[in-house]
């Protein structure tokens, strides 16, 4: 048996060694590091993919949420509201741009934004709601857009970790994650599910107004050469980044497949244990399992981590702590009673190895090594 890794990019990449080595030997050729045809060639790639009017792509998801709020003109002290149990980048920029971040607690099944606590949280300063996407499935947009509408809030979707995700809307339309509200932000991080070799990132939007804004704003606020007009930032995606997602884009549903069958299969192994429960998937999303992540009953989660460590089986802790009790973004306004789901999450799930090249031998040799542990 091949060693199990969290995330196998070496596995993934020897399958399109040939034309991604092409693809950079192509870019070096060319000297055409910043700007050159290849970003605008993925650019117009990931329009299609993802039906959306304008992607516009940057050096990394963290830059597409601050560069999408910078775009939205928030102001310091307007109230945005997120969840809870996150990646921190998603609270950390909405924190730099000195804007106020409401942090609201998740559904304990789905891990995604709780409708319910989006509702209580909303004042007369909240400007712009960000729901995450998180681990591969959409949260409930439609119910999120009608808060919106509601009380004309704008939406940012943080779509990391689900983009090639499907939503499907109640009279049928279905739409890509990330083009569904305001606008959409993802990260090609490696270990993302289309990831590149370095960093990178995009912005999706259908505005065409809020397009223009945004594509000066990652250039230093120019929309003329030398001429200023907002304060901007620099915020690229390089050639070289680009080619290599425009060859990996393409098989973006192919490795979104390979991750749903992996989830299958141990979805299957775990049917019969009352002890583990098993990614719940909503009925209006398709999931492309960017973590497999599992939630236990009854059994000690961080034996279960470290006796996985010692069987040489890689494992994640998505995440240990809640934003709001970080040191960074704790505040007295919060009150713990608001956050269950959250608070228990942390201290019962856990996430497998999860990947494109998962082999089923590896797979059971998980699965056995955690039904004998929590039997
Ligand atoms: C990875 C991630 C980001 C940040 O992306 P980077 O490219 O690493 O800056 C933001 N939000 C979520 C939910 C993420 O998983």
Do not use: W
């Amino acid at each position: 048996m091949n060693k199990i890794q969290m995330v196998d990019l070496q596995g993934q990449y020897k399958k399109i060694q040939p034309q991604i080595d092409k693809a950079l030997t192509d870019v070096i050729s060319s000297a055409a590091f910043i700007n050159g045809p290849e970003v605008n060639n993925f650019q117009e790639d990931l329009e299609e993919y993802l039906n959306v009017k304008h992607v516009i792509p940057c050096a990394n998801g963290t830059d597409a949420l601050q560069i999408a709020m910078m775009g939205l003109g928030l102001n310091q002290g307007d109230e945005v509201i997120t969840v809870d149990f996150t990646f921190a980048a998603t609270v950390e920029v909405i924190a730099l741009l000195k804007l106020t971040p409401v942090l609201i607690d998740v559904d304990i099944n789905t891990f995604n934004m709780n409708i319910e606590a989006l509702k209580k949280a909303i004042t007369p300063k909240t400007k712009a709601i960000v729901p995450v996407h998180l681990f591969g499935q959409c949260a409930n947009m439609e119910a999120i857009l009608e808060v919106a509408a509601e009380h004309n809030l704008f939406v940012i979707e943080d779509t990391a970790q689900a983009i090639g995700a499907d939503y499907t809307f109640k009279d049928g339309t279905v739409k890509k994650a990330g083009t569904i509200g305001d606008v959409g932000t993802t990260s090609f991080f490696p270990s993302k599910n289309l990831g590149c070799y370095g960093d990178g990132g995009a912005i999706f939007t259908n505005d065409d107004d809020l397009a223009y804004i945004i594509r000066g704003v990652v250039n230093h606020g120019m929309y003329k050469r030398y001429y200023h007009d907002v304060v901007g930032v620099n915020s690229r995606l390089d050639s070289m980044q680009a080619a290599i997602l425009r060859i990996k884009l393409p098989l973006l549903d192919v490795y979104c497949e390979a991750r749903k069958n992996a989830a299958d299969y141990y979805n299957n192994a775990f049917l019969e244990c009352d002890k583990i429960i098993t990614p719940v998937t909503s009925e209006f999303t398709s999931h492309v399992f960017h973590q497999y992540t599992l939630r236990l009953k009854d059994v000690d989660r961080n034996a279960l981590h470290q006796h996985l460590l010692d069987n040489n089986i890689p494992n994640a802790i998505y995440y240990p702590v809640p934003l709001h009790s970080q040191k960074a973004y704790a505040d007295t306004r919060y009150n713990e009673a608001d956050f269950n789901a959250t608070n228990e999450l942390i201290q019962t799930v856990i996430s497998l190895p999860m990947h494109t090249e998962l082999e089923k031998e590896q797979q059971d040799f998980i699965i056995k090594t955690i039904l004998n542990f929590v039997k």
